[in-house]
Every structure is written in structure tokens, then in C-alpha cells.
């Protein structure tokens, strides 16, 4: 089965540095998301891609966080400087759109870990 | 947006049915509901998704009354590897209104 694709797994980072996470989505996906998901908490949506453009990014704090879909195919969530709070799993996610109903395929998610 | 709600968390023996009820009073009329499941680290895996009755597959039912404010996921004899966070969402099937995921239901099979 065709899978969502994310890197790195796993990141540790300081305070202020830049950081970024990978997403390929599962082929023919038009439609791209982020998420983060705090521990405990479910995920929440910070950007959804439709092709290239961006349709929602208002969860995104657009000071640090930036994301782009250049393509219309694999994406970079960026975040910098990171922030102590930006400790959690970012997940990417992506849909065929209207023809599954929403049904939305993430990947296993990157952990970030800001000290 | 719908709002949905679920329980905290739930307790079940191994080889018990669980049903998990969730909440949506303010559904829309082109809205769906789906279910989700999530172990531990890794991301949210889609179980089962339906519009009004009954829905069933290899893994789950889903039931849903007529005035479709509710809905119930049913999970057959489950297994300790059931285990896990489950969520209900309610959205446009037009895939143009995001998902929101709410905390979700945690489901805990014991031997």
C-alpha cells in the first residue's frame, strides 16, 4: 500500500536554530497537510496544500512557521527560529480530495524535540 | 464546523465488542463522519467513514442514527494490539473544509 513519506523521524534541536521536515505524498494526492500534535492532544491542522496552492494556513504562526508545495508534489514545513513550545509530532498527510470523502493518509509523523 | 464529542478513555477486556460513541449535534447536511485510529508514534491510520445507517468493513461498524447527531464505532472481540487513541470527525466531504481532530477517545484492552 502507497504510504506518505516524512523525514527526518526524528530531530533535536536548540533554541532559535532553523529546522525542517520532508513530506512526499502518496501519488496523484492533489491535496497536502500539516499537522502538528502535541502529546496527549490530537492533531492540529496548520496548512493544507490543494496542488501548489495553499488553501488554509490559518493555524500556521506565520512568523516562524513557513511551508511551501513548490511542485505541487513533495513539501517543506520550515520552522525558525524554533521555540521551546515547538516540541511535538508533525505529521503530513494527504488526500485524494472528493473522491475517497475526505479520507486522509498521514505518514508516521516527524518529532521534533526543541532544548 | 461540526464539533464533536467522545469520551476520555475507555477500558475493555480482550475478546469484548467496544462501542465508542461520539457526539455531533451540530452535523451539516453534507457532512461525513469518520473514524480514526493512532498508536503511539505514529500517525492516524482511517478506519471507517459513513453518511447515515450502518457501515461496515474488515475492521470496524459504524452506526448512525437518522437524526445523524451521534454516531458509534463498534469494534469486534478486540485484542490488546486494539489498543489505541480513536477520533471522530465530522466533515464536508467536498475536502475543501479541514478535518479537526478533537483528543480523541483512548481505548485500553487488557489481557
Known amino acids: 500500500e502507497a504510504e506518505v513519506a516524512q523525514s527526518p523521524r526524528y530531530k533535536i534541536t536548540e533554541k532559535s536554530q532553523a529546522v525542517a521536515f520532508w513530506c512526499d505524498p502518496i501519488s496523484g494526492h492533489a491535496t497536502l497537510y500539516w499537522y502538528r500534535q502535541i502529546l496527549g492532544q490530537g492533531p492540529e491542522l496548520l496548512v493544507q496544500?490543494?496542488?501548489?496552492?495553499?488553501?488554509?494556513d490559518s493555524q500556521l504562526p506565520k512568523d516562524r512557521f513557513s511551508a511551501e508545495r513548490l511542485k505541487g508534489v513533495d513539501s517543506t514545513l520550515k520552522i525558525q527560529p524554533a521555540e521551546l513550545g515547538d516540541s511535538a509530532m508533525y505529521l503530513c498527510?494527504?488526500?485524494?480530495?472528493?473522491?475517497?470523502?475526505?479520507?486522509?493518509?498521514f505518514g508516521e509523523g516527524s518529532w521534533l524535540t526543541v532544548v | 464546523l461540526a464539533k464533536t464529542t467522545q469520551p476520555i478513555s475507555m477500558d475493555s477486556y480482550e475478546g469484548q465488542e467496544v462501542n465508542i460513541t461520539c457526539s455531533h449535534n451540530?452535523?451539516?447536511?453534507?457532512?461525513?463522519i469518520t473514524w480514526y485510529q493512532q498508536f503511539p508514534s505514529q500517525g492516524p491510520r482511517f478506519i471507517i467513514q459513513?453518511?447515515?445507517t450502518k457501515v461496515t468493513n474488515e475492521v470496524a461498524s459504524l452506526f448512525i442514527p437518522a437524526d445523524r447527531k451521534s454516531s458509534t464505532l463498534s469494534l469486534p472481540r478486540v485484542s490488546l494490539s486494539d489498543t489505541a487513541v480513536y477520533y471522530c470527525l465530522v466533515g464536508d466531504p467536498s475536502g475543501n473544509t479541514p478535518l479537526v481532530f478533537g483528543k480523541g477517545t483512548r481505548l485500553s484492552v487488557i489481557a
Open positions: 496544500f490543494q496542488d501548489e496552492s495553499v488553501v488554509d
Open positions: 498527510a494527504s488526500s485524494f480530495g472528493t473522491v475517497r470523502r475526505n479520507t486522509i493518509y
Open positions: 459513513g453518511y447515515k
Open positions: 451540530n452535523i451539516a447536511t453534507n457532512d461525513y
